[in-house]
Nanobody, 128 residues
Framework: VQLQASGGGLVQAGGSLRLSCVASGRNFSRYGMAWFRQGPGREREFVAASSWRRGIRLYYADWVKGRFTISRDNAENTLYLQMNSLKPEDAAVYYC?????????????????????WGRGTQVTVSS
């Protein structure tokens, strides 16, 4: 699986961006998909995740607080992250990640080691 993230850029505080992550390969719906980010001088952290086993399930980091929305289009093999009310502290490289989840396997969505595949990342810059 190859992941290609896009949609980053420069935005003013309070603005919005939508990130996209296109996955190659088949069986996209079997993958848990997530966004992580890494800001300057900071460790990479979990942002949001989506699984599609037994229905769509969405997971968010506590600090997202309704500002970000993760979604996926399984027909287009694409994961999205809609980011609203952006703050300067949201500036980071945003990475998408994929994990093939077995039917009866737990999905530890916020753990980086869960994910087998990572995209290169897309830079988000927020000006104050």
């Amino acid at each position: 699986v190859q992941l290609q993230a896009s949609g980053g850029g420069l935005v003013q505080a309070g603005g919005s961006l939508r990130l996209s992550c296109v996955a190659s390969g088949r069986n996209f719906s079997r993958y848990g998909m997530a966004w992580f980010r890494q800001g300057p001088g900071r460790e990479r952290e979990f942002v949001a995740a989506s699984s599609w086993r037994r229905g769509i399930r969405l997971y968010y980091a506590d600090w997202v607080k309704g500002r970000f929305t993760i979604s996926r289009d399984n027909a287009e093999n694409t994961l999205y992250l809609q980011m609203n009310s952006l703050k300067p502290e949201d500036a980071a490289v945003y990475y998408c990640a994929a994990a093939l989840i077995a039917e009866n396997e737990g999905y530890y969505y916020s753990t980086q080691g869960t994910y087998d595949y990572w995209g290169r990342g897309t830079q988000v810059t927020v000006s104050s």
